[in-house]
């Protein structure tokens, strides 16, 4: 139901960091799949561990946003001041938080 809300908000946030240059572009990138490897390893924490199939999945998940963060430095992404992460993360928390209410 929010998958629009979601694609143009991501849309527009990733057409800014493009006009910004490859630097910031990637350091964009490069964030954006930290948080999301850390919002995995919550998953991790709370799967059961007798549940061997979905945490393969999962880490496996964890494995390749690491991997695309790693490249997006090495691409030579820029680091993103603090008040920029703490925005993404406030964006993430109010995205999960509203598409877990619906």
Known sequence: MLNPLWYAGSFVIGA???VLG??????FL??????????????????????ARTRAVVEAMRADEAKHRDTAVQLGAAELPSAVKLAMRFASKVMTTVAYRI
């Open 16 to 18: 800014a960091a493009g």
């Open 22 to 27: 490859d630097r910031w572009n990637l350091a």
């Open 30 to 51: 490069a964030e954006t799949e930290r948080q999301v490897e850390e919002h995995l390893s919550g998953h991790l924490e709370r799967l059961p561990n007798q549940d």
